[in-house]
């Protein structure tokens, strides 16, 4: 098939998942054409059947906000027609879907592709409940083909939110790891790190993602030099080091900010740690499961779908750092234990968190609302 996808480029889970799925479509020999302003930071480049499409923004004098919704949408429907897209799949609703939509009434009805709207969290979490966005968002999934929700959470979440009652069928996020580069020792020598725990958090450290909390919960762990903390940040981690300082954890912080190659750090991990306020699934828990990380997070949104209270991770009910921090110390105290989760973690990523059982499920999905008897049984519907 001939698939368009259309994700925010920058870090953010909702663009790993959608670049992750794209170079996944391409090698199950479908011809996939991204369409964004920027390359998505994780695509590859020159592989064959993979394609980027660079939407044009002109700033002009003339209004105050530059407007991406409609060179979006035109680019969609030149994409769509030179190459005769199958479906367009969009990730996160807020402008993608709109734009989509837009994009189908600009073709002839015989060149118009399928849209497929996936949803991630903040396009209902937070946009949902914005009276600005929330109609455009109700108007946009209605005129999907097929909407798509990456937790049983989100498409609860949504239903409530948005008052959509048009099928949302929940696809769970995968994750594919690749090689790590460097040994996990050499990595830690980086790092700094030597016998201490090394725990982890990744995320785009927006507020929801708690970073105080977090800081405050690990400065309460007792021996202090029984862990070392290391934050890959998608975003500046600049807003937090007099919080650092005034914590007195200077020397237990490594932040590494904007990696590329996640896997090397993944695997030199022990332990994540997340405080989100709230998660549609979180993703970086999930990469980490893959290098048997398990993870202590706040039992929020999707994340039980994901973590499996004591069995692959802990769950804290409360929002209290004490008690985040007594999660986490038990863990850094309990090797065995926190080897055990992490296995059973790994084999809970392998078996419901694959490419090989997610991405045959998209496809059948692009299967069934395009009329592609091909792909149509690839997975479970
Ligand atoms: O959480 C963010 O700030 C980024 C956001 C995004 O749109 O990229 O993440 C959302 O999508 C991820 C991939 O599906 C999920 O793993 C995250 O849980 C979700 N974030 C929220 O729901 C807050």
Not at 96 to 102: D, E, F, K, N
Not at 255 to 263: G, L, S
Not at 304 to 327: C, F, M, R, Y
Request: with cysteine; proline share 6%.
């Amino acid at each position: 098939m001939r698939i368009g996808i259309t994700c925010y480029p920058s870090v953010g889970g909702s663009g790993i998942l959608a670049t992750a799925l794209g170079e996944e479509l391409v090698c199950r020999g479908h011809e996939v054409h991204f369409i964004s302003y920027e390359r998505p930071f994780r695509l590859p480049a020159n592989v064959p059947r993979l394609h980027f499409h660079p939407v044009i923004i002109n700033d002009y004098d003339l209004f105050k906000y530059p407007d991406y919704t409609l060179p979006l949408s035109v680019k969609m429907a030149e994409v769509s027609r030179e190459h005769q897209l199958d479906v367009l799949h969009v990730h996160y609703a807020v402008p993608h879907a709109t734009a989509a939509i837009l994009a189908r009434w600009m073709l002839p009805p015989t060149q118009q592709p399928r849209v497929v709207t996936t949803l991630h969290g903040t396009d209902t979490l937070l946009l949902g409940l914005d009276p600005g966005y929330g109609p455009a968002i109700h108007h946009a999934l209605t005129h999907s083909d097929a909407v798509t929700a990456v937790s049983g959470f989100l498409m609860t979440e949504t239903r409530q939110v948005l008052g959509f009652a048009g099928p949302i069928e929940v696809i769970h996020n995968f994750f594919t790891p690749r090689p790590a580069q460097r040994t996990r020792e050499e990595v830690r020598r980086e790092l700094g790190v030597k016998d201490e725990v090394l725990l982890l958090h990744s995320s785009n450290l927006r507020p929801l993602k708690r970073i105080d909390l977090l800081l405050e919960a690990v400065a309460l762990i007792r021996p202090r030099d029984s862990f070392k903390l290391l934050v890959l940040a998608g975003g500046s981690f600049a807003p937090f080091t007099d919080e650092v300082r005034r914590l007195g954890l200077t020397d237990r912080v490594i932040v590494r900010e904007k990696v590329t190659n996640i896997e090397d750090y993944l695997q030199a991990a022990d332990l994540g740690v997340f405080t989100s306020e709230v998660e549609s699934f979180c993703l970086s828990i999930l990469e980490a499961m893959f290098f048997a990380c398990p993870s202590v997070a706040r039992r929020v949104g999707g994340i039980p779908e994901v973590v499996e209270h004591d069995v692959t991770g802990l769950l804290v009910d409360s929002a209290e750092a004490n008690k985040i921090t007594q999660a986490v110390a038990s863990l850094i105290q309990d090797p065995n234990r926190r080897l055990a989760l992490g296995l059973a973690a790994q084999q809970r990523a392998r078996e419901h968190f694959s490419a090989a059982g997610i991405v045959p499920r998209y496809e059948a999905l692009y299967a069934r609302i395009s009329g592609n008897i091909k792909w149509a049984n690839a997975g479970p519907a």
